[in-house]
């Protein structure tokens, strides 16, 4: 079955460390997002694509990068983590058939602590 | 940035009622959605609304998609312990969605 899978689920690293997540799609989508997750906000995108070689910032990009080599993966890069980055982050993927709302399928998440 | 409120932000209720939650924008949107979060998953669609005077229904659940196109509603008719969790809103703006920042439903034992 096709899924979309993320790595680390859970992530303890120190402030101005450089952390990379990991998002792995086999639906063959061309869309992903990152998303990050905090109380009270709901969910605020980071950082999405449309495409192999396509990336675009989202409504919260600072301190972070993303890139698209292949239609599978987009990991997600905090530079040089800080406090404030401590959260869930969860990553999406949707297909980009005209028309309709574009079902986004989720992975489970990983819960990052920047100490 | 576009926001979208939603409310309530939580919900204590007893097994067997009917629960309804709402979303208001400042901007327009062509589609709204509804998602489920159940504790350390990803949110899952559970309603989308593509039209405005829109009513959906998918088993006990039932959404509206609003005539000014700024609002959405939710109803949970006959709750389950199984509905706990916490339910979004989303507006879809290209292929981007702008999310509320949740309703929490807690069902009391």
């Known amino acids: 079955d096709a899924e979309i899978t993320q790595s680390p689920r859970h992530k303890i690293t120190e402030t101005g460390r450089q952390v990379t997540l990991a998002c792995h799609q086999t639906?063959?989508?061309?869309?992903m997002f990152w998303y990050r997750q905090d109380l009270g906000h709901g969910l605020r995108l980071i950082h999405y694509?449309?495409?192999?070689?396509?990336?675009n910032k989202g409504e919260v990009s600072d301190g972070y990068s993303v890139s698209r080599s292949n239609t599978e993966d987009l990991p997600l890069t905090l530079e040089s983590a800080a406090s404030s980055q401590t959260s869930v982050y969860f990553c999406a993927s949707s297909d980009s058939v005209g028309g309709n709302y574009n079902e986004q399928f989720f992975g489970p998440g990983t819960r990052l602590t920047v100490l | 940035g576009q926001q979208l409120n939603q409310s309530p932000q939580s919900m204590f209720i007893q097994e067997g009622e009917d629960v309804s939650m709402n979303c208001t924008s400042s901007?327009?949107?062509?589609?709204w959605l509804w998602y489920k979060q159940d504790p350390g998953e990803g949110p899952v669609l559970l309603i989308a609304l593509y039209k405005a005077g829109e009513l959906t229904s998918n088993g006990r659940l039932t959404a509206q998609f609003g005539i000014t196109r700024k609002d959405s509603f939710l109803n949970i008719s006959a709750s389950i312990p199984s509905d706990v969790g916490i339910y979004f809103c989303?507006?879809?703006?290209?292929?981007?969605?702008?999310w509320g920042a949740g309703t929490k439903l807690i069902i009391k034992p």
């Open positions: 694509s449309y495409g192999v070689q396509d990336t």
């Open positions: 989303a507006g879809q703006f290209n292929y981007q969605l702008i």
């Open positions: 639906w063959n989508h061309n869309n």
């Open positions: 901007s327009i949107f062509n589609t």
